[in-house]
């Protein structure tokens, strides 16, 4: 499988919300509600740079957003169809990449408490849980990576 990893444009964001749909479907029940990703703004998102994706179609969707000290993994979504080919891992890859290039430290994260397969990835990739805390309605696990290989760890 290819993957090419690219800035989605307006003309993705179908194609965004289908992935990201199918992702975290089989959620929905166990959490008793729909997860966050499911309802952002995608077409804002791609908009402002956010979004990117792999495969044609699209089959892979990450969500980035840098902030002061850190860029916050927002979403991951790997389509149910594109399960153990290595998608998931490419982007976390991505980001880290893209991390370094902003200059930036660190990677946040966070998952539902719910979605225990989550918790069982993102540590096999250096992400150490930071808290669990409830946002709103949702019930939360944090996590963080520090990124090294960066200028200002020459110092």
């Known amino acids: 499988m290819d993957h090419h990893i690219r800035a989605a444009t307006a003309p993705d964001a179908d194609a965004v ?7 975290y479907r089989p959620y929905v029940a166990r959490i008793g509600l729909r997860p966050a ?3 952002a703004d995608h077409a804002a998102d791609i908009a402002a740079g956010r979004v990117f994706v792999t495969g044609d179609p699209v089959v892979g969707v990450l969500v980035l957003v840098a902030e002061p000290g850190h860029l916050v993994l927002e979403n991951i979504a790997v389509h149910p169809d594109a399960h153990r080919q290595g998608v998931g891992k490419h982007l ?3 980001a880290e990449t893209h991390a370094r290039v902003l200059g930036l430290p660190e990677i946040r994260l966070y998952t539902n408490a719910l979605m225990w397969e989550n918790q069982e990835i993102y540590p096999r990739y ?3 849980v930071t808290e669990r805390r409830q946002d709103g309605q949702y019930d939360r696990v944090h996590y963080r990576k520090r990124i090294t290989g960066l200028a200002s760890d020459e110092r």
């Open 17 to 23: 919300k289908a992935v990201i749909d199918a992702a």
């Open 37 to 39: 990703p499911m309802d």
């Open 92 to 94: 976390l890859t991505f």
């Open 126 to 128: 250096g992400y150490e």
